[in-house]
């Protein structure tokens, strides 16, 4: 992990210096300072759609990577609590077992559909760009726990919603995650969370 970041860092340096010799290439004046400046903006604009980019390829396109999920498109259940051995991405939560969507938009929106949750079991679906902006949630706090089909489309998407659409998200980049997360009230729940995930 510890190489994928320097190589993420290394890459954002190039980009930011990239910056930095093209407004020198067009003979505009920039002092040392702004030069940082400039370099440290472009790190810093550069740096989440990168660390996103690390995360998507280990999770949907690195198959030998031993966080490897699934590839784009298909939901990839995780029936059990996450632990430090899980180091793709920080999971600070314990009690949400999770299951993995990554979007690929080129081409067209996705459909999520998600069951009818009893009332009194959290569930998320956090849905993430490339920029790591959560766009946008489904779940009990923002849809409710009652179910149904949700689209997720990408920026150049203008298509008509199908009918049985409960809602439409609009996404401003063409990869985004999807993170489900469902309740576990404690260890002998488990059961009741598969079956979730299952349906």
Request: glycine fraction near 6%.
């Amino acid at each position: 992990m510890k190489k994928n970041i320097l190589i993420s860092t290394g890459i954002l340096m190039l980009i930011a210096t990239g910056f930095v010799l093209t407004s020198c290439s067009k003979k505009v004046d920039v002092t040392p300072e702004e030069a940082r400046q400039i370099a440290k903006d472009a790190y810093i604009y550069g740096f989440p759609m990168v660390d996103s980019y690390r995360i998507i390829y280990a999770y949907f396109v690195d198959k030998n990577n031993p966080e490897y999920k699934l590839p784009f498109n298909q939901v990839d259940n995780i029936p059990r609590v996450y632990t430090p051995a899980d180091k793709a991405v920080q999971t600070p939560n314990s009690d949400t077992p999770y299951s993995m969507l990554g979007m690929d938009l080129r081409t067209e929106p996705i459909v999520i559909t998600v069951p009818v949750i009893e009332q009194n079991r959290y569930f998320s679906v956090q849905l993430i760009d490339q920029y790591t902006f959560n766009f946008d949630y489904m779940g009990s706090r923002t849809t409710g726990n009652d179910g149904g089909s949700f689209l997720v489309a990408g920026p150049n998407w203008k298509g008509e919603t199908p009918a049985g659409i409960k809602k439409v998200f609009k996404c401003e980049t063409e990869f985004a995650l999807a993170i489900y997360r469902t309740q576990l009230f404690n260890p002998a729940d488990i059961d009741n969370v598969k079956k979730i995930q299952q349906s």
